[in-house]
């Protein structure tokens, strides 16, 4: 098993910064990515950006410019750096990770993370 525990969050005006962290624990070999996503109250959860093991990042449209996703493989961890954040960027962030084993994806969850952007 693989545990995810994202830190990072908190309140913050518009166009202020947060990092978001999340180490990863457990069964953490041979992930393919790790990632983002968010959620807004009556929203769909949407993916904010992901890294893979081999360092290749996609972001989604509307983060694009703001948003900075890293890993440090030794500390096991992920980061998003959030700049020039707006209130529609107001959510619970989710870290996922993802193994892909033969036929078979692996997908992992943390418990979440609040961010809040007051304007």
């Known amino acids: 098993q693989v545990q995810l525990v994202e830190s990072g969050g908190g309140l913050v005006q518009a166009g202020g910064s947060l990092r978001l962290s999340c180490a990863a624990s457990?069964?953490?070999?041979?992930?393919?990515?790790m990632g983002w996503y968010r959620q807004a109250p009556g929203k769909q959860r949407e993916l904010v950006a992901r890294i893979t093991s081999s360092d290749s990042t996609i972001y989604a449209d509307s983060v694009k410019g703001r948003f900075t996703i890293s890993r440090d493989s030794a500390k096991n961890t992920v980061y998003l750096q959030m700049n020039s954040l707006k209130a529609e960027d107001t959510a619970i962030y989710y870290c996922h990770a993802l193994r892909t084993r033969g036929y078979s994806d692996y997908v992992y969850w943390g418990q979440g993370t609040q961010v809040t952007v007051s304007s």
């Open positions: 457990g069964s953490i070999f041979n992930l393919n990515a």
